[in-house]
């Protein structure tokens, strides 16, 4: 049996940063580097085509740089990114761009060992993930997820299902809101709506996932829309789209109108 690798794409103007990081690589098995590029354009079109699980960026490129390139790839899409460049002064922007992790030129073995862990668990995570969709698709439903494991910068953070108060999607990742707290989860909105019990989330946004626990007021607006109030101030949008559900899930009669102006 054939054993999945993680397909990497190289992305340097740089031959020998190309051969570092292939150098550095070496002691990593489980990766295959399935192409090389040297500028923002040429990364376009191997992405594309190759859908790598992991690329590793540079940021100062001729033309387009790193930043400029991640803007351009499908935000649905995107595959696991670790910047690698000699300039440290981009480092919180790079996780701004939701980059998994972050590697200096010249490239220390010992760091970059770390960054392949992160990136070997996240992968894994990712394909667990897959697995249990396609589960849900051709087989009869699971139990709804009651926790979640969320990585951090620096450790795995263990949530429940329950402590979550609203999810926004960022692509192919949602952001988690939790208290005072916005955690990134490599998950999409799709995903984590299947995952969760529907007796106590909803979607009532494309966007947009709600802990029917946290509502305190619903608002209604013009054109089939409502403003949702949750318990800690935040105001969320109920779209037109997702009335009906939300509806049903708030527990609202049928007659109740939830908008003041018919479509």
Not at 1 to 19: F, H, N, Q, W, Y
Not at 71 to 83: G, S
Request: charged share 25%.
């Amino acid at each position: 049996m054939t054993t999945a690798c993680i397909k990497t794409v190289l992305v340097d103007d740089e031959v020998l940063a190309r051969l570092s990081l292939r150098q550095a690589l070496a002691s990593h098995p489980q990766v295959e580097v399935v192409g090389e590029c040297g500028n923002a354009d040429e990364a376009l079109q191997a992405i594309s085509v190759l859908q790598p699980d992991l690329v590793f960026l540079d940021i100062q490129m001729p033309g387009m740089d790193g930043f400029g390139l991640l803007q351009r790839l499908q935000r649905d899409a995107l595959p696991l990114v670790v910047f690698a460049t000699a300039f440290d002064q981009h480092a919180l922007r790079a996780f701004d761009a939701d980059a998994l992790d972050y590697v200096l030129k010249p490239i220390d073995q010992e760091r970059f060992d770390r960054c392949m862990g992160r990136v070997v668990r996240q992968w894994q995570g990712l394909a667990a993930g897959r697995t249990a969709s396609r589960h849900r698709e051709f087989n009869t439903p699971t139990r709804p997820v009651q926790r979640f494991s969320v990585q951090t910068l620096e450790h795995i953070r263990v949530i429940r299902a329950d402590e979550i108060d609203w999810i926004a999607a960022e692509g192919n990742y949602v952001r988690l809101h939790i208290g005072g707290d916005a955690l990134l989860h490599r998950e999409t909105l799709r995903n984590m709506d299947a995952m969760l019990d529907p007796a106590r989330f909803v979607r009532i946004h494309r966007g947009i996932i709600v802990n029917i626990d946290k509502i305190k007021k619903v608002h209604p607006l013009f054109r089939g829309n409502a403003q949702i109030m949750l318990c800690d101030g935040t105001s969320l949008l109920l779209s037109r789209r997702f009335r009906e559900r939300a509806r049903a899930a708030f527990g609202l009669p049928a007659e109740t109108r939830i908008s003041e102006q018919s479509d």
